[in-house]
């Protein structure tokens, strides 16, 4: 065998971080030195931002320039919605050579220290994808979180497992890492919902092809700076889906 194919077989894998943002210029910064500090071989970030006024993209920008990882910017000119910025993150990321996928919220809910546990989860088993959950042993929501919030959360996986048969804790879980392979399989570039129910469609067509699910567990934290962006509509939405998913050909 050759120097140079020794050298192509001992290739990390690529590991891409989509990380959706919308007014998160504060927040960005302290993401991108907690992923780092993980110590990923071969991780890059790609955020994905939807015309911040606040200029999170040129804090990206500058990131990207001498930030601690390798990150690149996707701008995109209006804010259309959770949903469609991880589809055109997803396809961008497979596009320029990702073989996993991971995708995380800018608010610093999630914990990037969670990561290194995810991948191994996916090196070690068939899992097509990881979830970071909040829902399995040693998993926790933040203390902060007041108890109607946990109570919807607690019902919105309830209500959505009741009516998929999803079969995983965390249903309604945005932080993931999944195989390259398993976003071509589902054909990601197709899915069509947007905000929160983007995550229960995504885990549908992994379910329906048979391919299996991990959870880890994760503690999710309350976000430190900015606003939520947890409307009425998408709501709405998240409650509408499941229905239509269920009864789609």
Do not use: C
């Not at 894998?13 to 071989?41: F, G, H, I, S």
């Not at 259309?80 to 991880?86: E, I, K, M, S, W």
């Not at 995380?104 to 996916?122: F, G, K, N, Q």
């Not at 965390?170 to 899915?191: H, N, P, Q, Y």
Request: charged share 25%; hydrophobic share 40%; no cysteine.
């Amino acid at each position: 065998m050759s120097r140079e194919a020794v050298s192509e077989a001992e290739e990390p894998a690529k590991v891409t971080v989509v990380v959706p943002t919308y007014n998160e210029r504060d927040n960005l910064p302290k993401l991108v030195d907690r992923l780092a500090e993980q110590q990923v071989p071969n991780l890059h970030v790609l955020v994905v931002d939807d015309n911040s006024p606040d200029g999170t993209g040129d804090v990206a920008e500058k990131l990207a320039v001498d930030g601690p990882v390798p990150v690149s910017v996707l701008h995109r000119t209006e804010k259309n919605g959770l949903g469609r910025a991880y589809v055109e993150g997803m396809a961008r990321a497979l596009a320029e050579g990702a073989d996993v996928v991971i995708q995380m919220d800018a608010d610093l809910s999630h914990p990037a220290e969670a990561i290194p546990r995810m991948l191994d989860v996916l090196a070690t088993t068939d899992a097509a994808v990881v979830l970071g959950s909040r829902y399995v042993p040693g998993g926790a929501t933040a203390s902060e979180w007041p108890w109607h919030r946990k109570a919807l959360s607690t019902f919105a996986n309830r209500y959505v497992n009741t009516i998929l048969g999803l079969g995983v804790r965390d249903a309604t879980a945005g932080f993931k890492a999944w195989r390259g392979d398993t976003l071509r399989a589902i054909d990601v570039e197709s899915v069509g919902s947007n905000g929160y129910s983007f995550q229960v469609e995504m885990n549908h067509r992994v379910v329906r092809r048979g391919l299996s699910i991990a959870e880890v567990p994760i503690r999710f934290e309350e976000r430190s700076d900015g606003v939520s962006k947890m409307s009425l509509a998408v709501q709405l939405e998240s409650a509408v889906v499941p229905w239509k998913l269920r009864f789609r050909k």
